[in-house]
């Protein structure tokens, strides 16, 4: 499945254990394992934590584009009077 294997290289990328990964995301170290080995499905919270953290979009990490850059901000609508 894309989602692990992006994942394990994100972190591997940044040349962190799964242990400091799972600790700045305040996940225990079971669970991140669990979710590179694909035993277990992150929650949508824990998606936006992961693509946050590696500074991704979450659709590259989710296997749905190969464009990793972070969507930028969406711009408000200024009201005219």
């Known amino acids: 499945m894309i989602f692990q294997e992006r994942l394990r290289a994100l972190r591997k990328e940044r040349k962190e254990t799964q242990a400091r990964t799972a600790a700045a ?9 669990r979710f590179e080995g694909g035993t277990n499905l992150p929650s949508f919270q824990n998606i936006v934590a992961l693509a946050d953290y590696f500074q991704v979009n979450a659709d590259y990490l989710l296997g749905r584009t190969d464009v990793r850059d972070m969507l930028p901000p969406a711009k408000k609508e200024s009201g005219h009077g």
Do not use: I, P, S
Not at 25 to 33: I, K, N, W
């Open 25 to 33: 995301l305040g996940l225990a170290d079971r669970h991140y394992q």
